[in-house]
């Protein structure tokens, strides 16, 4: 699987500029994924790419971030090191054939309602005012959302994306008091079983060794890893 291009297209930035096979990336400065740069090709001067990269997230009032991930350009992980960049968020791509049961408590929308969005946000959100660019993040492509409620909350969330033959899991997310009750685990088995079955990937940030413990015992393994670049500060 192509892992840089799948994420790329499940959490779709909702500006893209191209320069020389890299895709400059930005959705409001909201999450890393959506606001970097997608170097999949040797650019012809690499020192005038970055540049150019700099200057774009310069004028948007951003820090200048490179995904690093298993397509990325030969080279350029060392360049940005040596340029200064730190490295940001180590991330496991983690993939697989996870069980899937419809679960008849479990919630599935084809679009994210308030109760979801401020029950992701909420454990997700790391920025207090943009839950409108995340929104308009989730939905620039067609997705499922799924949430299992009690008593009209959502305790756990999460949201999948129809890519070809294989399945984006994406927003897991469990309130801090609903958990160690299996939630999560129930709402990734009902998206996989809505979507039909088959493989499936995700990813999870590499200190969350509680997620990759629940996500093996579902059936995925790790099938590569990435990082962000980001520009000294």
């Given at each position: 699987?192509?892992?840089?291009?799948?994420?790329?297209?499940?959490?779709?930035?909702?500006?893209?500029?191209?320069?020389?096979?890299?895709?400059?990336?930005?959705?409001?400065?909201?999450?890393?994924?959506?606001?970097?740069?997608?170097?999949?090709?040797?650019?012809?001067?690499?020192?005038?790419?970055?540049?150019?990269?700099e200057d774009f997230y310069r004028e948007r009032g951003q820090r200048c971030v490179f995904s690093v991930g298993p397509g990325t350009m030969p080279g350029l992980d060392e360049e940005l090191e040596r340029r200064g960049?730190?490295?940001?968020?180590?991330?496991?791509?983690?993939?697989?054939?996870?069980?899937?049961?419809?679960?008849?408590?479990?919630?599935?929308?084809?679009?994210?309602?308030?109760?979801?969005?401020?029950?992701?946000?909420?454990?997700?959100?790391?920025?207090?005012?943009?839950?409108?660019?995340?929104?308009?993040?989730?939905?620039?492509?067609?997705?499922?959302?799924?949430?299992?409620?009690?008593?009209?909350?959502?305790?756990?969330?999460?949201?999948?994306?129809?890519?070809?033959?294989?399945?984006?899991?994406?927003?897991?997310?469990?309130?801090?008091?609903?958990?160690?009750?299996?939630?999560?685990?129930?709402?990734?088995?009902?998206?996989?079983?809505?979507?039909?079955?088959?493989?499936?990937?995700?990813?999870?940030?590499?200190?969350?060794?509680?997620?990759?413990?629940?996500?093996?015992?579902?059936?995925?393994?790790?099938?590569?890893?990435?990082?962000?670049?980001?520009?000294?500060?």
């Open positions: 699987m192509d892992f840089d291009l799948l994420v790329h297209q499940a959490w779709p930035a909702y500006e893209v500029r191209a320069y020389e096979g890299w895709l400059l990336r930005y959705a409001g400065g909201i999450t890393k994924r959506a606001n970097s740069v997608l170097a999949l090709e040797r650019p012809s001067d690499l020192g005038r790419a970055i540049g150019a990269a960049y730190e490295v940001v968020d180590p991330t496991v791509i983690m993939s697989g054939r996870p069980k899937g049961e419809p679960a008849p408590e479990v919630r599935i929308e084809e679009r994210p309602w308030p109760g979801w969005l401020e029950t992701w946000w909420s454990v997700d959100g790391r920025y207090a005012a943009g839950i409108v660019a995340a929104e308009r993040i989730c939905t620039g492509v067609p997705a499922w959302y799924a949430a299992y409620e009690e008593g009209g909350r959502a305790l756990a969330v999460g949201r999948a994306v129809p890519q070809g033959e294989t399945l984006g899991v994406y927003c897991m997310a469990t309130l801090p008091e609903a958990r160690r009750r299996g939630l999560a685990r129930t709402v990734l088995r009902a998206l996989v079983a809505h979507a039909g079955g088959g493989p499936a990937y995700l990813v999870v940030t590499e200190r969350n060794e509680g997620a990759q413990t629940l996500y093996r015992g579902e059936g995925f393994t790790a099938a590569g890893r990435y990082h962000y670049r980001a520009a000294p500060s």
